[in-house]
């Protein structure tokens, strides 16, 4: 597997504060990797990092082996797509419009074919005129998602898709990412579920303080000692039918 | 309606409410004057219809233009339905420019005011410019622009203070409230190239708006040269606003109300709003002069006052109504 994207030994730091230290980490075409941690762990300012949105006070980032800042703006976005925790939507334009927006590498046609079968893929077919400030919250997430899906770009990165869906749109959210992932590209997703981190991610990178805790399969990355130092809970990763499930409670 | 058709519409109706305009005032004309006017342009009544009425329409056509167009290219870069060149301060520098010269005496020098204007405007620009280099969050950039409105009034009332004669102090006051009366074909002229270098500017910006919509960080990661578009839309707004307020001096409401009169018709998207935010601009232009000119009032009243006294109440009914499709 060759690698996509590569943070080095990077560190970030925010008003004079280091949020993210000496992290490193690695995604390849063909896997879905989750970044876990509790708030303010750093998992934001990871990603932001690694796209050359957040600059290093030390460290490389690199996307396809160069350096993310050398890189032109269409460089970039040929080969990486983002979707931000921001889910501010400046102007009630119909949904297909704003899901278009991962096409304008395409002809006009193609781009509202591409945004309206995108939409269909998150289960919003039905609501594609729709002005997004008319939607619900989990409604106008999903047109977002929909627009990063039908970006062409190798590496798709996403901070907390399912943050406001409802449980079946959770699944629906990370079975798409996990579907760009079987079919090749590469997928980093931020996620506070953990149950779900571990039911459809390869690889978890556990964050905690800034740090690189764990970076391993979830059964590895899940383990009850890093579940108490990241996230302060006493729990553990149980197989069920149904999948894994983290049961956990905190720690007193 | 669609957005062509919307366009058309006002354009079309801009040509209609140009015609009126030219049409009537307060002298009125015969029907035998008005063929006279035609046939004849260099008579009394043509004067009236060609070198009197008609730049004046003109002027105030481009002024409403140009202020459409830099409160949607504003509003759509700082993804917020507040913004235009008043609200950032891109005004009151042009308005400090014409005080400054008119205090000056260069009153007298052809030019000199206009020119003043425009640089007032341009400095405003810049400050605004390297603001939106410095800050991302288009809030932070409204607080600065507030600001520097608030401070180019300050310095405007400055200049009231200390001016040499109660004429003068009337004189800049006049220019303040804003006016198209007594133009010719050169203001329309000289008004017309800083317009269309703006104009270019924000043509060249318009992808960036749409992609705006998504926020700051969708739009870096979109492959568009963000910076240079953000510079590219500040720089063409505030040219245009420069030229606007050098040709009218300072005229407020038009560039925040154009846009919201034709969101809805352009179904929100920020980038297909220029044109027919240029043209409602312009139609509220030539309709806020024209009434200046034929309301029955014993002087004149100045377009400022009118463009916030009929527009201000409309505006608010508007907001009223869109406010649910701005943001949630």
């Given at each position: 597997m060759s690698s996509l994207a590569q943070l080095s030994e990077a560190s970030v730091s925010l008003a004079d504060r280091p949020v993210l230290q000496a992290a490193s980490l690695s995604v390849s075409a063909g896997e879905m990797v989750g970044v876990i941690g509790a708030n303010g762990a750093g998992k934001t300012t990871l990603l932001r990092a690694l796209l050359g949105l957040a600059p290093l006070t030390g460290g490389t980032a690199r996307l396809q082996g160069r350096?993310?800042?050398h890189l032109s703006d269409?460089?970039?976005?040929?080969?990486?797509?983002?979707?931000?925790?921001?889910?501010?939507?400046?102007?009630?334009?119909p949904a297909w419009r704003i899901a278009a927006l991962g096409a304008t590498d395409r002809p006009a046609g193609a781009a509202r074919d591409a945004a309206l079968a995108g939409l269909a893929r998150v289960g919003l077919a039905n609501l594609a005129e729709r002005g997004v400030l008319d939607m619900s919250g989990g409604e106008r997430a999903r047109v977002l998602l929909a627009r990063l899906l039908i970006t062409h770009a190798p590496l798709m990165v996403a901070d907390e898709p399912t943050a406001g869906l409802d449980p079946d749109a959770q699944f629906l959210a990370l079975e798409r990412l996990r579907e760009k992932a079987t079919g090749g590209r590469a997928v980093l997703v931020t996620l506070h579920d953990l149950t779900l981190a571990a039911r459809t991610c390869d690889r978890l990178i556990v964050l905690a303080n800034g740090r690189v805790l764990a970076d391993a399969a979830p059964s590895l990355a899940l383990s009850s000692a890093n579940l108490a130092r990241a996230f302060q809970l006493d729990g553990a990763l149980i197989d069920t039918p149904a999948g894994p499930v983290v049961a956990a409670r905190r720690l007193v | 309606m669609t957005v062509p058709r919307q366009t058309l519409f006002l354009f079309f109706g801009l040509l209609v409410l140009a015609a009126v305009a030219v049409a009537v005032g307060e002298t009125a004309l015969s029907g035998a004057q008005y063929r006279q006017a035609f046939s004849d342009p260099g008579s009394p009544p043509g004067e009236i219809l060609w070198s009197l009425r008609a730049p004046r329409v003109a002027v105030a056509a481009l002024v409403g233009a140009a202020l459409g167009l830099s409160g949607a290219v504003l509003q759509?870069?700082?993804?917020?339905?507040?913004?235009?060149?008043?609200?950032?301060?891109?005004?009151?520098?042009?308005?400090?420019?014409?005080?400054?010269?008119?205090a000056l005496g260069l009153a007298a020098v052809s030019g000199a005011v206009e020119l003043a204007a425009l640089a007032g405007a341009l400095a405003a620009g810049a400050l605004v410019a390297f603001a939106s280099a410095r800050f991302r969050e288009p809030e932070t950039l409204i607080l600065i622009g507030v600001a520097i409105s608030a401070f180019g009034g300050a310095l405007t009332a400055l200049v009231f203070n200390f001016s040499p004669s109660p004429v003068t102090s009337a004189e800049v006051l006049s220019w303040l409230m804003g006016s198209v009366a007594n133009r010719d074909?050169?203001?329309?002229?000289?008004?017309?190239?800083?317009?269309?270098?703006?104009?270019?500017?924000?043509l060249y910006a318009r992808p960036g708006l749409l992609m705006m919509t998504l926020g700051e960080e969708t739009a870096a990661l979109s492959g568009l040269p963000m910076a240079r578009l953000r510079a590219?839309?500040?720089?063409?707004?505030?040219?245009?606003?420069?030229?606007?307020?050098?040709?009218s001096g300072v005229i407020g409401f038009v560039g925040l109300a154009a846009p919201h009169l034709v969101r809805a018709g352009a179904r929100n998207d920020p980038a297909a709003i220029l044109a027919p935010s240029a043209l409602a601009g312009a139609v509220l232009m030539v309709v806020a002069d024209l009434l200046a000119r034929i309301l029955p009032t014993e002087v004149e009243l100045k377009l400022g006052v009118v463009t916030a006294l009929f527009g201000a109440p409309v505006f608010a009914a508007i907001a009223w109504r869109a406010a649910k499709s701005w943001r949630s």
């Open positions: 350096e993310v800042a269409a460089e970039r976005a040929s080969l990486v797509a983002y979707m931000p925790q921001e889910r501010r939507v400046a102007w009630s334009l | 759509g870069l700082l993804r917020n339905p507040l913004a235009e060149p008043g609200v950032l301060g891109v005004s009151a520098g042009g308005g400090l420019g014409a005080a400054l010269a008119i074909w050169s203001d329309a002229a000289w008004a017309l190239p800083p317009m269309a270098l703006g104009l270019a500017l924000c590219a839309a500040v720089a063409g707004a505030a040219l245009l606003t420069g030229a606007a307020v050098a040709a």
